[in-house]
């Protein structure tokens, strides 16, 4: 017993010397600017040495800043829209092609390469269809339909939900067919003897022994979509239409300015607001957990 405690103390110091370096590096580049930041948020940003707490005060400005109210009702809109039809289509296209299909193989590796694509490549690809002059607009014409500027407009936030769909598409379907692929067949085939149809095994099979993928799937998509302001600033610059400007344009643009209180207001409360979302889905999916057990 004695030899097996000091075997694990020894693993347990060669664990830690390994990852020492990983963790020092983590903690300065990371945890410490991290930490100053949210101290920096509760400061009135004299600087050098002289700033001072001020409480929530940099928040309640925030909080009654027009363009913070705009840019997060636009950023839970395209969440809130985005995050559900990316779910339902990556299943969709999951359910699919974890059937024999034709050019199966073909279908499932070009789902997949808008991975691998620049973000940059994505964005001039979508510029030429989104254009005044571009591909979408040249459909239109030809079907005898208005022109529409589409990045200066109310579906803007949609053009840009296209892209967070067509780019995230591929690593979602993945997940949901490694989910898919671990439900035991026999299961669908108890079903089918005992008279149960295309809908009820979907309910009761699938979609029960696919919650905890879902969960997973939910959490990545939803972190994804704030993380949207690549594509959206190089799409519409860094004042784009109002539909589209976004938390991460507001933090840029305060950025740009020097005010550092609100930039990092703003960052503290989106982060919050994605912790309470971990949290709630964690929870969510410990319980389900707990009664499938």
């Not at 892209?163 to 598409?169: D, E, R």
């Not at 704030?226 to 610059?237: D, P, S, T």
């Amino acid at each position: 017993m004695n030899s097996l405690r000091r075997l694990g103390r020894r693993d347990g110091f060669q664990a830690a010397w390994l990852l020492a370096p990983s963790a020092i590096g983590f903690s300065l580049f990371y945890l410490v600017p991290f930490a100053l930041g949210i101290w920096e948020s509760f400061t009135d940003g004299a600087g050098a040495g002289r700033s001072q707490y001020v409480g929530l005060r940099n928040y309640d400005a925030l909080l009654h800043s027009s363009a913070f109210r705009q840019a997060a009702a636009n950023t839970l809109l395209f969440t809130s829209v985005g995050v559900p039809l990316l779910i339902a289509l990556s299943l969709g296209l999951a359910l699919l092609l974890n059937r024999p299909l034709f050019l199966r193989e073909g279908l499932r590796t070009s789902i997949v390469l808008p991975l691998v694509v620049p973000v940059a490549s994505t964005v001039t690809i979508w510029q030429i269809f989104f254009d005044w002059n571009g591909t979408l607009n040249a459909w239109l014409h030809g079907l005898g339909l208005e022109r529409i500027d589409w990045l200066q407009s109310d579906w803007s936030l949609g053009a840009v939900a296209v892209m967070y769909i067509w780019k995230n598409i591929g690593y979602n379907m993945i997940l949901f067919l490694a989910g898919l692929q671990s439900i035991p067949r026999t299961y669908y085939e108890t079903a089918s003897i005992e008279g149960a149809g295309p809908v009820h095994r979907f309910f009761r099979i699938t979609l029960v022994y696919l919650t905890p993928t879902l969960f997973f799937v939910i959490l990545i998509s939803t972190i994804n979509s704030f993380k949207v302001f690549r594509e959206a600033y190089l799409l519409a610059g860094d004042y784009p239409y109002d539909r589209l400007y976004m938390l991460q344009h507001y933090m840029n643009n305060m950025f740009a300015s020097l005010d550092v209180q609100k930039l990092t207001a703003a960052a503290t409360l989106m982060l919050v607001c994605i912790g309470v979302l971990v949290l709630v889905l964690l929870g969510l999916e410990r319980r389900f957990r707990e009664n499938m057990e």
